[in-house]
């Protein structure tokens, strides 16, 4: 990663809503790191082809940051819905095939890997098709529905030794990288509390999106979403706001929590599942069927640090982690990443010994200064040390996160968000919801490979 120092004016100027508090002592825009599948442009005979199956939002998305990467090439997408073959089409600015049934993408010898951009109650039977059938994987987040389909996801993985990656692609974002490197450097001293949340308040936000008008059992394979689920009558409300509902999503934890979760992973090193977790919450507001809360706080216990973690559907909060150590502060956002240091260094006692006589007072100063004969410090200000990077406007983490994942197929060597990575993360959305939902401390049993109430 490449930096250039900018003035303070020019900084501003770039990213004057993320710097509102305009306290920089120094602000540096991080430069995109030019990823790629390859390391120049592929032949055809080393070109890469994939497969999307799952080309709804998110899987569409994911199509047009692909055209970003060079050396892939999709061959095919897959959908239950037919309109987004013709989005999916539309995304990838190619005519490839399309259907409804995925074996037939698997059973395509010409498909090195595939996108699993599926609804997450359906990633683990994707996932272990596809690794059967001798497909790298891209699933999105979360990893796993249940903390049984995790497992069985990483076993699949390992046994069919393929390359595996899971979709929060802040894992990829040079934003992140420059957390990591932070926070690696120990410049934070001991991180012992680690704060983030994730707040929306639009109806988007809380995933009431509009209905399609063609939407009909005609155009939907309504069985095969049901797949894994309770059957029951076509329920378009159902198939497109499918994260309000436990059958098919995780509500908040497993949309947003997984993310700030696999970013503090990212950034702490962290390789384990959290020991236990409690959580409170309540649904104040978006009261329209669904099983989730629109308000979720949850304590994460790990050995060395304790984790909060909030979303909030009722106030637009934005993106945050704060990463709070002895010798400094970090402060993640959407845009930017700053540092400050603490004034750790020695002072007398200034605020106890006024409850003490006058001379014990003094004579207590008297000896502080003996000890310490330096002059005193001025005053530190912190502001000036605050060290800001920000992203460029137009940087997006998502090809990023795309090219790692090509580039792991081309070299087999595991991705950073592999399949115990994501398992661990995802296994942290499903510690959140139990404690919400059994209004009791989450234990995570390690050895059991399941939750338990404490
Ligand atoms: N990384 C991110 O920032 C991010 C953002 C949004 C969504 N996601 C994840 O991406 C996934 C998809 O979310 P979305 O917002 O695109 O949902 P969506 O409802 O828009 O799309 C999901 C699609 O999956 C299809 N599908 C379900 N089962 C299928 C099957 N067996 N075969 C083929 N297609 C199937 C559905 O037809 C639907 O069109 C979810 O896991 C979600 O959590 C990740």
């Not at 004016?9 to 508090?21: E, K, Y």
């Not at 990288?177 to 949340?197: T, W």
């Not at 940087?395 to 792991?408: K, N, R, V």
Request: glycine share 8%; net charge negative.
């Amino acid at each position: 990663m490449g930096k250039w120092p900018l003035s303070r004016r020019q900084f501003l100027g770039i990213s004057a809503g993320t710097l509102a508090a305009g306290a920089a002592g120094k602000a540096t825009l991080l430069q995109p790191a030019l990823l790629s599948a390859a390391p120049r442009p592929a032949p055809p005979s080393d070109t890469l082809r994939f497969a999307s199956i799952g080309t709804g939002i998110r899987g569409c998305e994911l199509l047009e940051a692909t055209l970003r990467v060079p050396g892939i090439e999709c061959v095919a997408v897959c959908d239950l819905y037919d309109a987004r073959h013709i989005a999916a089409q539309e995304a990838v600015k190619k005519q490839v095939p399309a259907t409804r049934n995925y074996h037939e993408i698997l059973d395509r010898k010409d498909v090195d890997a595939v996108i699993v951009a599926v609804t997450d109650h359906q990633h683990r039977k994707v996932v272990e098709d596809a690794c059967a059938a001798g497909k790298d994987v891209y699933c999105e987040k979360p990893m796993s529905h249940t903390v049984e389909d995790g497992f069985a996801m990483v076993a699949a993985v390992q046994k069919a030794k393929r390359i595996m990656q899971v979709g929060s692609q802040r894992v990829s974002s040079i934003l992140y990288a420059k957390a990591k490197e932070i926070y690696d450097s120990g410049r934070l001293g001991d991180v012992y509390a680690i704060e983030a949340y994730w707040d929306r308040n639009s109806a988007s936000g809380a995933w009431v999106y509009p209905i399609p008008p063609d939407a009909s059992e005609q155009t939907i394979d309504w069985n095969a979403f049901l797949d894994g689920a309770p059957k029951r009558p076509f329920d378009p409300i159902r198939f497109f706001r499918w994260r309000c509902f436990e059958d098919y999503g995780e509500g908040l934890a497993g949309d947003l929590f997984v993310h700030l979760i696999s970013g503090i992973h990212f950034i702490t090193g962290t390789h384990r599942v959290a020991q236990r977790a409690q959580t409170a919450g309540g649904l104040f507001r978006w009261k329209d069927g669904r099983d989730f809360p629109d308000l979720i706080e949850t304590f994460y216990d790990y050995p060395n640090f304790r984790v909060m973690v909030r979303c909030n559907l009722n106030n637009a909060g934005g993106e945050f982690i704060g990463f709070y150590g002895t010798k400094g502060t970090m402060i993640l956002n959407e845009k930017t990443v700053s540092y400050s240091p603490q004034d750790t260094r020695p002072k007398p006692e200034d605020y106890s010994i006024y409850g003490w006589p006058l001379a014990a007072r003094e004579q207590y100063l008297k000896e502080w200064a003996e000890q310490h004969p330096l002059p005193a410090p001025l005053d530190f200000k912190v502001d000036e040390e605050t060290e800001v990077f920000a992203l460029p406007p137009d940087y997006s983490d998502i090809p990023d996160h795309q090219a790692h994942f090509f580039d792991a197929v081309r070299t087999r060597k595991p991705t950073v968000e592999n399949e115990e990575f994501g398992n661990h993360a995802a296994i942290g959305c499903h510690l959140a919801n139990y404690a919400y939902f059994k209004k009791a401390i989450a234990v995570w049993d390690e050895s059991g490979r399941k939750i338990t109430s404490g």
